[in-house]
């Protein structure tokens, strides 16, 4: 139980596209999603939180119109990065907590490597 | 503020030898501690949690660890170690002051090497 499934697993864009990553909760229903962002070998820097229905909530110095962030359903949030730049290539990883999984732990997807040329 | 603090960048074990990952935070209120696994270009696989209760964990793959309050502690450890244990291990913490979703903060990560 508690799987998290992301797609892509691995996206290639030019500079100025938009690049949208999906994040689903397989088999339970995610109340909240969180977006990570890793560097290599570093850890894991929250960029946002993400309530089923509700605007989402992003830490501070993540610009809000480079990272668009939908949480329509409580098994689906998505990741946009709009007009991405080769400064936006990192590791993406999402997470998703809710009452199937339980509330008080945050299931990880496999995450998606983004290159921009 | 939380902050958890992973003072080992890496360390080095022998198959069959006990291992232990260490791992030491600060909280405001009760603390909820997690461990997590990262194999390369992959994602965290969970562990193990401590949020109430005894003090000793067991979780995934023969892991377990120990929460100390009165060190603020909770390192990770295995018996008997596999090379296929070789991963990249974060401890992160939450606290029982949070409200609505659990915002987690992650140490830096402990490289774990396995050797046969």
């Known amino acids: 139980g508690a799987v998290v499934s992301q797609h892509p697993s691995r996206v290639i864009c030019k500079s100025g596209t938009s690049v949208k990553i999906e994040c689903r909760s397989l088999d339970f229903q995610a109340t909240t999603m969180f977006w990570y962002r890793q560097f290599p070998k570093q850890s894991l820097m929250l960029m946002a939180t993400?309530?089923?229905?509700?605007?989402?909530?992003?830490e501070q110095g993540v610009e809000k119109d480079k990272f668009l962030i939908n949480h329509a359903s409580l098994t689906l949030s998505t990741l946009t990065v709009t007009s991405a730049h080769p400064e936006d290539s990192s590791f993406y990883i999402c997470?998703?907590?809710?009452?199937?999984?339980?509330?008080?732990?945050?299931?990880f997807g496999p995450g998606t490597r983004l290159t921009v040329l | 503020a939380q902050s958890v603090a992973q003072p080992e960048d890496q360390v080095n074990v022998a198959e069959g030898n006990p291992l232990t990952v260490k791992c030491t935070y600060s909280?405001?209120?009760?603390?909820?501690l997690f461990w997590y696994v990262q194999y390369p270009n992959r994602g965290l696989q969970f562990l193990l949690k401590?949020?109430?209760?005894?003090?000793l964990v067991k979780g995934s793959y023969g892991f377990e660890a120990e929460f100390n309050k009165s060190q603020t502690s909770f390192h990770l450890k295995k018996p008997s170690a596999l090379v296929s244990d070789s991963a990249l291990y974060f401890c992160?913490?939450?606290?029982?002051?949070?409200?609505?979703?659990?915002?987690?903060?992650f140490g830096t990560g402990t490289r774990l090497l396995v050797s046969p």
């Open positions: 909280v405001s209120g009760n603390p909820y």
């Open positions: 997470s998703a907590s809710g009452t199937g999984g339980g509330a008080d732990t945050q299931y």
């Open positions: 401590y949020i109430t209760g005894d003090n």
């Open positions: 993400s309530n089923e229905g509700s605007k989402a909530t992003y």
């Open positions: 992160a913490v939450s606290s029982s002051l949070n409200t609505g979703f659990q915002k987690l903060v």
